[in-house]
């Protein structure tokens, strides 16, 4: 009893870890959820984990949050023009249309377009001439004899406006 002893310690330290990530959503995608966290916008969090050694492991993560797109744009055309094609859709008639689009970022993106659409215009005129007053000229025709005869024309919208003429 009372001998030395001698004993040998070998001690290993495992570290502690950090790690840090960045991850790209949409806006759509919101909340999002990370390490029992909730995050509902662009920024900095982390979390406190343990690494498979039983130590501490810091990971920070920034999220990235890209915005959804909305445009709007209004378009006028003449009623000859339809069907208007816009986007994969063909629009019979006047009004306010919207389709969700991907943008460059890949996330959705609305637009909505506001469809205005100016009526073509008709009209018919009768003129009555004296047989003397032949050969008659309207509109750039030169009209020989009595009858119907046509011309389409632009009206103030800059639309077709079909006129009728009996002579």
Known sequence: ????????????????????ETITICEGQLPYSWNGQTLTATGTATALLQNINGCDSLVTLTLVVNSNVTGQEAITIC?????????????????????VLTSASGCDSTATLNLIVNPNV????????????????????????????????QNTNGCDSLVTLTL
């Open 1 to 20: 009893k009372g001998c030395d002893s001698l004993a040998t310690l070998t001690l290993v330290v495992n570290l502690n870890v950090t790690a840090t």
């Open 122 to 153: 008709t009209g018919a005129e009768t003129i009555t001439i004296c047989e003397g007053q032949l050969p008659y000229t309207w509109n750039g025709q030169t009209l020989t004899a009595a009858g119907t005869v046509t011309a389409t024309l």
């Open 79 to 99: 009623e000859g023009q339809l069907p208007y094609s816009w986007n994969g859709q063909a629009l019979t008639a006047a009004g306010t249309t919207t389709t």
